[in-house]
């Protein structure tokens, strides 16, 4: 059996494993054992345990459970509120604040805690009723809150960062920091949208403030920043000891993690239960991941046996193509099947099959990946299956389905537009990783 039959029949069967609500993981290992099975025999059982052990005790995988801790402790001890209520002093009388306020929210929070979904649910149950409430256009206000979650998994600490590095051999440290510029550039992108909006309809925001920002003395200014401290430390803990050159990644993670636990405790919302719960929660959640994460090996192994990966490779130069349509090609498959396959699903799957293919389009693998990361991400606020668009729909009872797909699209747009930013301007992704 030819190479690309094999591959689009293994394709074929994977794609509908994942449409029969089969977990990701399981639908991997599932393939992973047939195609052994298939391709190479009963005998092949024995490289698929290497296979499973090698990946199981990759050391930069151990970032993975850390960040996950992070986050959870983060969410689980409260602290958040700490640090809703200090950026909402900080934001000050601007019209629109309350937009301003949830991406400076979103832009912290993605610095905290890489889980988008996370953010989407909690800014959707504790900021959008009180924007809705006080005549912020609810669409509008929906779109913010989806655009800045999407900035969660871009700005460092990311999990899925970790992933793709790992799969594509790439080093996590310089894809870490080269997520810093492309979120920050999307937020103020974001703003500069939002103040558009704004100025040209003069509904999408109430035009007197003052309600919304009373009695804020310099006194309560400078406690608010006090009390963002502990935050501040986290952040540096994670980017800055990586940027610095002081620290691996993982031992970043490991320092962030013990800044969680600080902050926390200095807001006194530091208990054995949590710290417990917490652990439990991203235990679960890490063993998730590693699972998918040895299947994906295991798959990228089965690409390389079948003479899959040496196939593509040699189809691609014999046809020839610009390398600048075959960037589109290689940005355009993941866009549109985020829409309906899950972020991990669709990175094990074409993230082997695109990294062998990086070095003859003499394309810079920082930059590469880090362009497919906002690529992937805009899946997660794509209507019609977007992950974050169902955790702000189940955050709130204050809009319908259809209702927050229409408010994705202006931020899907915004996210294809710093793509094609990135792509003539590749300097914002790879200034600061050549720092280190």
């Known amino acids: 059996m030819e190479w690309s039959t094999q591959l689009g029949l293994g394709f074929a069967i994977l794609l509908a494993l994942f449409l029969s609500g089969l977990p990701v993981f399981a639908s991997f290992f599932?393939?992973?054992?047939?195609?052994?099975l298939v391709v190479i025999g009963p005998a092949g059982f024995g490289m698929f345990a290497n296979s499973v052990f090698d990946t199981a005790t990759t050391k930069p995988l151990l970032t993975i459970p850390f960040f996950i801790l992070l986050g959870e402790i983060l969410f689980r001890s409260g602290t958040m509120e700490v640090l809703f209520d200090s950026v909402d002093k900080?934001?000050?009388?601007?019209?629109?604040?309350?937009?301003i306020l949830v991406i400076s929210l979103s832009v912290i929070l993605g610095a905290l805690s890489g889980a988008g979904m996370a953010v989407a649910a909690m800014l959707g149950r504790s900021v959008l009723p009180g924007m809705v409430k006080r005549g912020y256009n609810k669409t509008l206000s929906a779109g913010v809150i989806l655009g800045g979650c999407g900035l969660a998994p871009i700005i460092p600490p990311s999990i899925?960062?970790?992933i793709i590095g790992t799969l594509s051999d790439t080093s996590i440290a310089k894809l870490l920091i080269a997520g810093i510029l492309p979120g920050l550039m999307l937020a103020g992108l974001f703003i500069v949208y939002v103040q558009y909006?704004?100025?040209?309809?003069?509904?999408?925001a109430p035009a007197d403030v003052s309600g919304e920002h009373q009695n804020v003395t310099p006194k309560d200014l400078a406690m608010a920043i006090v009390r963002m401290l502990p935050f501040t430390v986290i952040i540096f803990s994670v980017m800055g000891l990586i940027l610095l050159g002081i620290a691996t990644p993982t031992e970043a993670a490991a320092t962030g993690v013990a800044g969680a636990m600080v902050a926390a405790a200095v807001n006194r919302r530091l208990t054995v239960r949590m710290l417990a719960d917490a652990s439990l929660g991203a235990a679960k959640i890490s063993a998730m991941i590693l699972v998918i994460m040895v299947s994906s090996k295991m798959f990228t192994q089965l690409l390389s046996f079948t003479g899959a990966t040496s196939g593509i490779i040699n189809a691609v130069s014999s046809a020839g193509l610009d390398p600048s349509l075959m960037f589109l090609l290689m940005m355009l498959v993941p866009f549109v099947l985020c829409m309906f396959i899950d972020q991990i699903a669709l990175m094990l799957v074409v993230i082997p099959i695109f990294a062998p293919l990086l070095g003859s389009l003499g394309f810079d693998p920082v930059w590469f990946w880090t362009i497919f990361l906002l690529n992937i991400t805009v899946g997660g606020i794509s209507p019609p299956f977007g992950y974050a668009l169902f955790a702000l729909r189940g955050a709130t009872d204050l809009m319908t389905t259809g209702e927050v797909f229409k408010a994705a699209w202006p931020f899907v747009g915004i996210f294809l537009a710093a793509i094609v930013i990135l792509y003539f301007v590749p300097q914002i992704a790879t200034l600061l990783p050549a720092l280190l």
């Open 197 to 204: 909006r704004i100025r040209t309809h003069a509904t999408d």
């Open 30 to 36: 599932l393939i992973n054992a047939i195609g052994t």
């Open 160 to 162: 899925l960062v970790i």
């Open 90 to 99: 900080l934001v000050g009388r601007v019209r629109g604040r309350q937009y």
